[in-house]
């Protein structure tokens, strides 16, 4: 069956962009996880969806960033005014109803930001 | 504040080698505690642990909870070259991720 995919697989943006990183969960899953990779780190948590809307925000790094899920199926993480500290790869996982049950990442989006 | 933290960071070992991967733990709201391999781009799922002492299996790979202790093993037995890898652990409702452990298998 089809996993968690995500869209673009990399994005080059200039410094001050906007840009769109896009999520599609695996169908039936209910949960939806943002986070953010850098070299050499852990994923670093940013925002968890049930359902339509955002259970937990809290791992938003400041207000630049901002995620939706309308339709309680895709997600898109929206990052104004780009800043060469926002490159990283940015992983999308779904999990069947929440924090209790495992999570299936994405491929991630790496984001380069010059 | 909540933080986990993974030992060692990197282990360099043999093929046939056995190790032991540590996560240790400090959150408000502990639920569970997963493991999960990354080898390209997407970690994939290990272990879920929810209680403390029943050991989780599957194949050469094991892990254990000890709630007491706020921590987790993973054990990799007979270990390969497709083992290496980075292991993460994530704990909390918030999944907060360890920095990894980089394990390389050498032939």
């Known amino acids: 069956g089809a996993g968690v995919s995500q869209t673009p697989s990399n994005k080059v943006t200039e410094k001050g962009k906007y840009v769109e990183l896009r999520c599609d969960p695996i169908s039936g899953h209910t949960a939806l996880y943002w986070y953010r990779q850098s070299l050499g780190q852990g994923p670093e ?5 049930q359902g339509t809307g955002a259970a937990d925000d809290s791992g938003l790094p400041n207000d630049r960033f ?7 199926s895709v997600s898109t993480l929206k990052i104004q005014r780009t800043e060469r500290g926002d490159s990283a790869v940015y992983l999308c996982a779904s999990s069947l ?18 | 504040e909540d933080k986990v933290v993974q ?21 408000t709201n502990f639920r569970s505690l997963l493991w999960y ?28 909870l000890d709630k007491k202790e706020l921590s987790s093993i993973l054990n990799i037995t007979a270990t390969q070259t497709g083992d290496s890898a980075i292991y993460l652990c994530a704990v909390g409702n918030d999944m907060r991720f ?10």
């Open chain 1, 45 to 49: 948590f940013l925002i968890y969806f």
């Open chain 1, 66 to 72: 901002f995620a939706v899920r309308p339709e309680g």
């Open chain 1, 97 to 114: 109803a929440g924090t209790a049950y495992e999570q299936y990442f994405g491929p991630g989006t790496r984001l380069t930001v010059t």
């Open chain 2, 7 to 27: 030992s060692p960071l990197s282990l360099v070992v043999h093929e046939g080698d056995t190790v032991t991967l540590n996560c240790s733990y400090e959150v």
């Open chain 2, 37 to 64: 391999k990354q080898e390209k781009k997407a970690p994939t799922f290990l272990f879920m642990l929810t209680s403390s002492g029943i050991e989780k299996k599957s194949g050469r790979l094991s892990s254990i």
């Open chain 2, 98 to 107: 360890g920095a990894g452990t980089r394990l390389t298998v050498k032939p």
